[in-house]
């Protein structure tokens, strides 16, 4: 089993749309979350991190479920500019951690 | 404020060479991680420093290894190169919240 699990997609959506990412970790000594956005043969970038208390920043929140062992992005309002692929990040350990990237969600927005 | 400096862009070596990239992290960062992240796959952790220290490493062989320096930036070094090695290497740094931001890369193509 992967360590950080995401949708592979493609998710296609039409501008203005909603569109949820979810994201599962197996390893509870789990630390610290975020989502980044790559876009084609770029870097990723730094979206947001994600609090237990969830987060928002404009169109985007972020949820985190320890329990659950699951984090989620919410895009609300889809822009044509949105479409990337979503990853999910996870720093495992303390101390000495790792950094665990998902494979990626890729969201395609159409006119 | 500068962002996370790489260098060379591009590079093309033979299988069986050496390589050394070059990572320079945002002023004020202490941290610097190394990720590859060859075509089509997700990004995989390879080397993290931290003032100048070797905090934590993936799955790779020893052949690959880097260090960190006194100003902080960070080289990385891959010895005798395989085809597999081709791969697009990512560096990132983070201050004291492990937010981590990258810089574009360093494309290899080994032949």
């Known amino acids: 089993r992967k360590e950080v699990e995401q949708d592979p997609g493609p998710f296609n959506v039409p501008e203005g749309a909603t569109v949820a990412f979810n994201c599962t970790y197996s390893?509870?000594?789990?630390?610290?979350f975020f989502w980044y956005r790559q876009d084609c043969r770029k870097e990723p970038k730094l979206l947001m991190s994600?609090?237990?208390s969830g987060n928002e920043d404009g169109r985007f929140t972020a949820q985190l479920n320890r329990a659950s062992q699951y984090i989620s992005l919410l895009i609300r309002d889809s822009k044509l500019s949105d479409s990337a692929t979503y990853l999910c990040?996870?720093?495992?350990?303390?101390?000495?951690?790792?950094?665990?990237f998902g494979a990626g969600t890729r969201l395609f927005v159409k006119a | 404020e500068a962002g996370v400096t790489q260098s060379p862009t591009h590079l093309i070596k033979t299988r069986g060479q050496q390589v050394t990239l070059r990572c320079s992290p945002i002023?004020?960062?202490?941290?610097v991680y190394w990720y590859q992240q060859a075509l089509g796959l997700g990004l995989q952790f390879l080397l993290w420093?931290?003032?100048?220290?070797?905090?934590n490493r993936g799955n790779f062989p020893p052949r690959f290894s880097g260090r960190q320096f006194p100003n902080y930036s960070s080289e990385l070094n891959v010895n005798a190169l395989e085809l597999e090695d081709s791969a697009l290497y990512l560096c990132?740094?983070?201050?004291?919240?492990?937010?981590?931001?990258f810089g574009p890369g360093t494309r290899l193509t080994v032949t």
């Open positions: 990132a740094s983070s201050g004291d919240v492990y937010e981590q931001y």
């Open positions: 390893n509870s000594a789990s630390q610290s």
């Open positions: 994600v609090y237990s």
């Open positions: 990040v996870v720093n495992v350990g303390t101390g000495g951690f790792k950094t665990i």
């Open positions: 002023s004020g960062h202490t941290s």
């Open positions: 420093y931290d003032e100048g220290e070797e905090r």
